[in-house]
């Protein structure tokens, strides 16, 4: 089974994050440096000490192979909001996660460029 379904559509906005009315597939998307919107959670158990988890990228992944990231990142499909895509949290770490479980801290712009991919983020963040 592939890391992304690179035909996955997005919703396209612009630098601001509003929605432009354009969808784009995924591998299209990182191709052409789009923005788009993603969800990132950061998951922090309230034990003594406090935990914060992390995870480490698929080698598999189209960006940032194998790198230490957020507890659960992911994109927004396109019709998604972004209390939707914490659906993210079940499927990459076993955790379901309600909206009211959650405290939205903002939006966070981001843009990493190389040589094979563009990845320009609208990045909704929740802990």
């Given at each position: 089974?592939?890391?992304?379904?690179?035909?996955?559509?997005?919703?396209?906005?612009?630098?601001?994050?509003?929605?432009?009315?354009?969808?784009?597939?995924?591998?299209?998307?990182?191709?052409?440096?789009?923005?788009?919107?993603?969800?990132?959670?950061?998951v922090v158990f309230e034990?003594?000490?406090?935990t914060l988890l992390l995870?480490?990228?698929?080698?598999?992944?189209?960006?940032?192979?194998?790198?230490?990231?957020?507890?659960?990142?992911?994109?927004?499909?396109?019709?998604?909001?972004?209390?939707?895509?914490?659906?993210?949290?079940?499927?990459?770490?076993?955790?379901?996660?309600?909206?009211?479980?959650?405290?939205?801290?903002?939006?966070?712009?981001?843009?990493?460029?190389?040589?094979?991919?563009?990845?320009?983020?609208?990045?909704?963040?929740?802990?």
């Amino acid at each position: 089974m592939p890391a992304q379904d690179l035909t996955e559509l997005f919703d396209i906005v612009d630098v601001d994050g509003n929605l432009t009315g354009v969808a784009k597939p995924r591998g299209e998307v990182h191709r052409d440096g789009d923005w788009h919107r993603s969800v990132h959670l950061w998951v922090v158990f309230e034990t003594e000490p406090r935990t914060l988890l992390l995870q480490r990228r698929g080698y598999e992944k189209d960006t940032n192979p194998g790198k230490v990231d957020v507890s659960v990142a992911g994109h927004l499909s396109a019709g998604e909001s972004p209390t939707d895509a914490l659906r993210e949290s079940r499927e990459e770490v076993g955790l379901v996660v309600t909206p009211e479980a959650c405290e939205f801290l903002g939006v966070r712009r981001s843009e990493h460029l190389s040589p094979h991919w563009k990845d320009r983020e609208q990045q909704h963040v929740f802990v």
